[in-house]
């Protein structure tokens, strides 16, 4: 199939052989000007018959074959264009250095002047007498082949008709399930609460209908969940009007007849009568009047929003509480058609896969009569990725044959090379990518030569596919951030699934990356052991480093290969490796893309300088690399990436200092730089890569090359950039010089200074600088840190900022009015030795103050004194939206917090001499999920703070003091009023001696953490409270361990379940804590309420060495405040 996507291709070169044969050349010689015209023309047309081939996606063997010579000759020629252009490039740089190295105004004019004149010079000269005698003979085979395929187009005219969608391979599905659902009883559970829950009357939605959407990769078993919901007694029950289409094509006219057949009862024959759309919209609304209705629209792939909307108007006459469910396969239609919740369907876990495995590749045969079989299914099984569709085709080709060979053979396949019938896996998937744009089939099949498993970084994938030249423009908009929209739109149809945790890392689930290997065998290739065969016709290959001698082998017959990916998995020797990939390179000479992954290299071969078309290096080592000087006539090259895993102790760079960095403005066209911190520090005149798209640090110095005005020119840089040793800056001129009020791409800026020490600007110097430094508009996050001015810059009210981080300003004494700035949601103020006062300044002269700010930390204030809000009109309204507020270390700090409204997650820690909050108790706002967490020696008086109107409201407290001992009778009172309170946990509490005896009277308390107090050796005489769920206990005393066992003296207080024994434990030494074996029980309740489906967030089985779960932010409790 990836043949066909050889017009994408063909297309651009095309445009190029066009532009070159307009003005781009017109100096040249007649017979070559013409030579490229007629070449254009021939172009042209050979590209609208590509175009009618892919639309048909013929299966003629000997059309394919010609598609693909034709496409190699295109290669060549995009080789002889390329080079062209790059002879251009090597000139413009020539000039340049030279105007550069001239002194005086009027040498400069002078040479300048003189390049003008040269041009036409410079364009005879980019093309050679060789590239003249290529151009001719790729030229002349072109039309051979033209000619040929011009011929056979006639004989197979019937082939390239355009291919419609009846012609794909649909699946029709209907309500009646055929097999049992299986490892599915909680998302059938909570899909059926879904369809059963009364509608939202106060919704904003204009409709009296609700949607559901089922979403998730092809064969995982959204159909089989829908239908599983759509028979259930209750689902039954509560709807009237109960209605099933397959909704794949998305006809209007024809799925509108078939759910008023369903709702009417009736054939639909009976109304192809109706040929309006109108006629059949408006019976349909008839029908549906004052019903009830479940509609399920299985498998909908349609993103045209036009036709949802049309199609929902006749649902508009139902009674509330209708429902539309649907699956699909692609998140945005799930957007799209305004889901009120989306299910997010992913394989089964190993627990219930392994048994509906084993059970479709035994079938009625026990597994244990056949224990090989039984390992060999185990490894089958984990190659499925949990999906009950591949159990069933691979399970199918396992029962038909319980013969060792033949299980291990199929171990050894990959899953496209089975035989399978069109309702299996393979062919449900491949169907996905029948239905992708052709750009992104490209883009996704690239993705084959990886291995599976492999964590893709989004930066490089996207610096590979414009490498290739798969980003199609679009007007003025970047290519990255075309690319990017690539990215999220594979992702919202699961082709890609975020990796690590991260949202800039991404794999492919196992069963696609085998689809991407089907659909690509002839242009992507990934080498996986020394008997595989490469193909001659391959552009993408990958490798690992044992097999280069494989690649070294067939080097010479791939003559258009674009990427060669290298993987090292096992140690190598250095120099032999360095030196094959030496006479591999010396072959390939057409490369767009090198890649080098985790291996042990410390220099680049000089093959690489000879590679005239490279546009994106990716190297990925354990040691520094150095690079030769050769790298830098790269003309062509767009990325560079080292990623240098262990650095060198000798040099920790991972850019060799023997290098000449000063070079590397001659990579003209560099778009994206991936290096060390350190290696940017060392390299001179960035400002010269003019192209530069991201740009994370820059360390100002006041030799030359390395001055801030290098950011001058850099007017294209995007994302976030972290300005360093600001302190070699002295003048506003020369921060001006910066021209960041010119990067209106820049949402990040972070602006640093060093430790005041002797030599450092002056107050006014400081002030300056920050005025100079002024960002521009479009700005929505500013760290500011070690700023040793008093005021503020004029510029810092820019009003999009959402995020403001002050850090280390010691002598910063005037803010300003940061409450005016409308979409601020994140002000984070620590360490500003000199302020005193949060007033009337700091919160501006408007109605409304800080609207949107959502987090406010501040932390260490040695001096702030007065939070005051007496001067404010009554009327202002303060923090409306606050849900966190952390004051950490503010000794001087006096109440009240002028906080009318009571956050979810409140952290203290101010000092022993604190005001109580007088806040007007009418105006709190009452929330029933507020986190308090108190960590300090003065804990009772910080808790003044909360107001006792608010404590109802707390659902979750956190507890740290080394000065706490035990429990006053007005503590314990104090706990009693926490009367929502679910969460409660004491850590390193290290004096303390005894829990509160109150714990038993907080019964809405579920879960209780007791982690790191050494000197609590028994629960409360009295128990627990009798809804206890959970209780964590971790590093805490040897008899508390063994009061807690089950024939402890608590043992009692902590079991629910009298069958039920508590878990062992093992030795544990209380001098020790850090050995301490910590235990969890959860009781049987809980997961009583699990398996009925109840609102527990208990696990089901015990679980040993866990400790504290629940965290503030990103920091541990006991750190946080």
Not at 329 to 346: G, V
Not at 373 to 379: M, R, S
């Amino acid at each position: 199939m990836a043949e066909w996507l050889a017009s994408s291709f063909i297309g651009r070169l095309t445009d190029k052989i066009c532009s070159y044969a307009g003005n781009q050349y017109e100096h040249q010689s007649y017979d070559t000007e013409e030579k490229i015209k007629q070449l254009g023309s021939k172009a042209k047309m050979i590209k609208d018959l590509i175009h009618a081939a892919e639309a048909s996606q013929t299966s003629n063997l000997i059309f394919a074959d010609y598609i693909l010579r034709l496409k190699n000759e295109f290669y060549v020629l995009d080789d002889i264009f390329d080079k062209f252009d790059y002879r251009k490039m090597e000139e413009k740089v020539r000039n340049r250095n030279k105007s550069q190295a001239a002194h005086g105004f009027f040498q400069w004019r002078l040479l300048n002047h003189a390049a003008k004149h040269a041009q036409v010079v410079i364009n005879r000269l980019c093309f050679s007498d060789q590239d003249l005698n290529d151009l001719l003979e790729a030229t002349r085979m072109l039309d051979n082949v033209h000619s040929e395929m011009s011929n056979l187009t006639k004989l197979v005219q019937s082939d390239l008709a355009p291919r419609s969608d009846d012609s794909l391979e649909w699946r029709i599905t209907t309500s009646i399930s055929g097999t049992k659902l299986f490892g599915r009883d909680n998302e059938k559970e909570s899909l059926v609460k879904l369809l059963l829950q009364p509608f939202d009357a106060t919704s904003s939605s204009s409709r009296n209908f609700s949607v559901i959407s089922i979403v998730g990769v092809g064969g995982v078993g959204k159909t089989s969940l829908a239908q599983a919901a759509f028979n259930d007694p209750a689902v039954m029950a509560r709807f009237t009007t109960k209605v099933w289409a397959c909704a794949h094509r998305f006809d209007l006219k024809s799925m509108s007849i078939e759910i008023l057949a369903e709702a009417s009862s009736r054939r639909q024959e009976n109304f192809h009568n109706l040929r309006s759309l109108e006629k059949i919209q408006l019976s349909l609304m008839k029908h549906l009047r004052g019903k009830r209705f479940l509609i399920v629209l299985d498998d909908v792939w349609n993103e045209a929003s036009g036709k949802w909307e049309m199609l929902s108007r006749s649902f508009q006459s139902a009674k509330q509480g209708s429902i539309v469910l649907i699956t699909t396969r692609n998140q945005r239609i799930s957007d799209m058609m305004e889901a009120k919740e989306s299910m997010k369907l992913e394989g089964l876990g190993n627990k219930d896969f392994l048994p509906f495995f084993m059970n479709c590749a035994f079938g009625c045969h026990n597994p244990g009569h056949y224990p090989k079989l039984l390992q060999l299914g185990q490894q089958i099984a984990r190659k499925m990725g949990g999906s009950p569709l591949a159990a069933k085709t691979v399970g199918g080709a396992l029962k038909s044959n319980l013969e060792e060979d033949h299980w291990r053979r199929i171990l050894a396949s990959k899953l496209w090379q089975l035989h399978q019938n069109e309702y299996d896996i393979v062919p449900a998937l491949r169907l996905s990518y029948e239905q992708l744009p052709k750009h992104l089939k490209q883009c996704f099949a690239y993705c084959s030569i990886f291995p599976k498993n492999h964590c893709f970084e989004k930066d490089s994938l996207v610096q590979m596919w414009m490498a290739l030249g798969f980003v199609q423009p679009d007007g003025q908009r970047r290519l990255e951030d075309i690319a990017g929209e690539y990215i999220d739109d594979l992702s919202s149809r699961f082709f890609f699934q975020n990796a690590a945790g991260r949202s800039n890392r991404f794999a492919i689930h196992d069963l696609l990356h085998d689809v991407g290997e089907s659909v690509s065998t002839k242009d992507h290739f990934k080498l996986e052991n020394e008997t595989s065969e490469i193909p001659r016709s391959v552009n993408h290959l990958s490798s690992n480093a044992t097999h280069l001698k494989k690649v070294y082998e067939f080097a010479h017959e791939m003559k258009n290969l674009r990427s060669l990916v290298v993987f090292g998995e096992k140690p190598l020797a250095r120099p032999a490796f360095v030196e094959l990939f030496e006479e591999v390179l010396k072959q390939l000479k057409g490369l767009r893309i090198v890649v080098l992954h985790d291996l042990p290299v410390t220099q680049l071969p000089e093959a690489i300088g000879n590679l005239v078309h490279l546009r994106y290096l990716e190297i990925q080592s354990s040691h520094a690399v150095e690079f030769p000087n050769f790298l830098y006539k790269l003309y062509h090259l767009q990325g560079l990436k080292i990623k240098i895993k262990m650095l060198s102790s000798v040099n920790s760079y991972g850019w060799s200092p023997k290098a000449h960095p000063a070079a590397i403005g001659d990579l003209i066209n560099l778009r994206y730089l991936r290096i060390s911190p350190e290696s940017l520090y060392a390299i001179p005149g960035i400002g010269s890569l003019t192209l530069l798209q991201d740009l994370e640090q820059f360390h100002a110095r006041k030799s030359s090359g390395f001055q801030i005005k290098e950011l001058g020119n850099l007017r294209q840089l995007h994302g976030e950039i972290c300005i360093k040793n600001l302190d070699n800056v002295r003048s506003k001129k020369h921060a001006q010089e910066a021209r960041l009020c010119n990067k209106e791409h820049l949402r990040k800026l972070s602006l640093y200074w060093n430790y005041h020490r002797q030599g450092c600007p002056s107050t006014w110097e400081y002030e300056e600088v920050l005025e100079g430094l002024q960002p521009h508009q479009n700005l929505i996050e500013l760290k500011i840190r070690r700023y040793m001015g008093i005021r503020s810059p004029s510029w810092m009210q820019t009003s999009n900022l959402e995020y403001i981080e002050l850090s280390h300003c010691n002598r910063w004494k005037l803010l300003p009015s940061l409450g005016q700035l409308p979409f601020l949601r994140f002000l984070h103020m620590r360490s500003m030795a000199e302020l005193e006062e949060l007033g009337a300044q700091f919160y501006g002269d408007n109605g409304t103050a800080f609207e949107s700010l959502e987090e406010l930390k501040i932390e260490d204030m040695p001096e702030l004194k007065e939070w005051s809000y007496s001067s404010i009109e009554p009327s202002c309204n303060l923090f409306p939206r606050l849900t966190k507020l952390h004051i950490r270390n503010c000794p001087k700090l006096r109440g009240p917090i002028p906080t009318p409204t009571l956050p979810k997650e409140i952290a203290l820690l101010l000092s022993d001499k604190i005001t109580p909050i007088a806040n007007d108790k009418n105006k709190l706002c009452k929330r029933q999920d507020s986190r308090l967490v108190l960590t300090t020696d003065r804990i009772w008086r910080v808790a003044q703070c909360i107001p006792e109107a608010s404590l109802g409201f707390i659902h979750w407290l956190e507890m740290s003091s080394s000065f706490l001992v035990t429990f006053t009778a007005e503590q314990e009172e104090w706990l009693q009023q926490l009367s929502y309170l679910r969460h409660l946990s004491f850590s390193e509490c290290n004096n303390m001696t005894c829990l509160p005896a109150v714990l038993k009277s907080i019964t809405s308390l579920e879960t209780l953490h007791i982690k790191k107090c050494p000197e609590v050796k028994s629960l409360p005489q009295n128990g627990l409270p009798g809804g206890l769920k959970e209780i964590h206990i971790n590093a805490c005393h040897r008899e508390l361990k063994q009061r807690c066992s089950w024939s402890g003296a608590d043992g009692h207080k902590i079991s629910h379940d009298q069958g039920q024994p508590l878990p062992k434990f093992g030795e544990w030494d209380v001098n020790n804590p850090a050995s301490a074996e910590g235990f969890t029980v959860i009781f049987n309740k809980a997961r009583d309420e699990k398996k009925t489906g109840g609102n527990s967030g208990a696990a089901a089985t015990p679980s040993r060495n866990e400790g504290l779960q629940p965290d503030i932010g990103d920091h541990h409790p006991s750190k946080t405040v």
